[in-house]
């Protein structure tokens, strides 16, 4: 054993600490248990400038975060590779952790669900993905990868005089398995007294394995296509049906979507059964059967008329918007390209960094600063 002097940057400039180093003759490696005591770790930062780093990274480029962001608030000055290598390995700590089972909320609390039209307290879930652009080793061209984002959420309800506590809502983004994914938000709904609401509403855009994720993870949740993204197939089935009169397509399609929010799928899939097609191109009958057959295998999950009575919210914005506030806005600037690693750890914190108050900060809490 013998002591070392190591130099790091905290947020009030450079320190030198000495702490004891332990060299195993067995294994031939050295050992300093202070330095992960103290959580000193990827570019002997701080804990606490490791933190103000990640904020910055998770928020804008990493040359911006270097060279303007951490300079200008609090003096701190790093290299822009310094900032990325912060940021990516707080991301992939905060993956582990997830996948390990742990939550990030101090004090358990459960939500104060908002109350629906009947009186009831409703719960909501909501699942998309979005494409991230990937670049591989030495600058090689690399297909995209889709990023999933999965949210809890709490919104206001004008059926409900008591607000909620405002920013009720958890993130989970990154390059999930659904398998894991699902285990994970699950284990985020319980925390926040998901199974105390007396109505659990899940929220989709109708993509592929999204109704089987609902169902197996939220079971007891009732599922909802989103209503835009049903409707935006009876637009095109209307430039399909009338590609070159503009006011009897939009008469068409108005009818169509008035329909089907107000009398549900089952009406609009005998709207369409009913239409002739006998005079129609073999392009223009395939475009029928295809959007035919689209709501055929969801009106089970276009019930709007009720939905909408019960004051339920019918559309997939908010998770949508999670896309672009999530990923897209840090991820997909202008000529961004990632690394696979890198990106899904981003993604990771950023979602984390986006969540209900105190996530953050428990995250960050278990080292001195």
């Known amino acids: 054993m013998e002591r070392r002097g190591k130099w790091c940057e905290s947020l009030l400039g450079s320190i030198r600490l000495t702490r004891c180093y332990y060299h195993c003759r067995g294994c031939g490696k050295g050992h300093v248990p202070w330095d992960q005591e103290l959580g000193l770790g990827v570019a002997t930062l701080t804990p606490a400038a490791s933190e103000v780093a990640s904020i910055a990274g998770v928020q804008t480029s990493f040359a911006q975060s270097a060279e303007v962001t951490l300079q200008k608030l609090c003096g701190l000055r790093l290299s822009e590779s310094t900032v990325e290598r912060v940021t990516e390995a707080a991301g992939e700590r905060l993956a582990k952790l997830l996948h390990d089972k742990v939550t990030f909320d101090e004090q358990g609390k459960s939500w104060t669900w908002q109350r629906d039209a009947r009186g009831k307290r409703c719960a909501y879930v909501s699942l998309d993905a979005t494409g991230v652009r990937q670049q591989g080793a030495g600058g090689a061209k690399a297909d995209g990868r889709m990023a999933y984002v999965g949210m809890l959420y709490n919104p206001r309800s004008k059926h409900d005089d008591e607000r909620p506590e405002p920013h009720q809502v958890r993130y989970l983004?990154?390059?999930?398995?659904?398998?894991?994914?699902?285990?994970?938000?699950?284990?985020?709904?319980?925390?926040?007294?998901?199974?105390?609401?007396?109505q659990q509403i899940a929220l989709s855009d109708g993509g592929s394995g999204l109704e089987e994720f609902f169902r197996k993870n939220f079971p007891l949740a009732e599922c909802i296509l989103d209503f835009w993204h049903a409707a935006e197939h009876l637009t095109e089935l209307g430039l399909a049906l009338y590609p070159d009169n503009e006011s009897q397509r939009?008469?068409?399609?108005?009818?169509?979507?008035?329909?089907?929010?107000?009398?549900?799928?089952?009406?609009?899939?005998?709207?369409?059964?009913?239409?002739?097609?006998?005079?129609?191109?073999?392009?223009?009958?395939?475009?029928?059967?295809?959007?035919?057959?689209?709501?055929?295998?969801?009106?089970?999950?276009?019930?709007?008329?009720?939905?909408?009575a019960n004051g339920w919210q019918i559309g997939s914005g908010p998770v949508e918007s999670a896309c672009k506030t999530v990923v897209a806005n840090r991820l997909k600037g202008s000529g961004m390209r990632w690394g696979e690693d890198g990106s899904d750890a981003v993604c990771h914190l950023r979602a984390l960094y986006l969540s209900q108050p105190g996530q953050w900060e428990y995250f960050w809490k278990n080292y001195p600063n």
């Open 173 to 198: 983004a990154g390059f999930y398995e659904l398998n894991e994914l699902g285990s994970q938000l699950r284990r985020q709904a319980a925390q926040v007294g998901w199974d105390e609401a007396e």
């Open 250 to 308: 939009q008469q068409h399609v108005e009818d169509w979507c008035h329909q089907l929010k107000h009398r549900g799928g089952a009406t609009v899939v005998t709207l369409l059964q009913e239409l002739d097609l006998s005079h129609q191109p073999p392009a223009t009958r395939q475009a029928h059967a295809d959007c035919l057959r689209y709501f055929q295998n969801h009106q089970h999950r276009m019930h709007y008329p009720r939905y909408l």
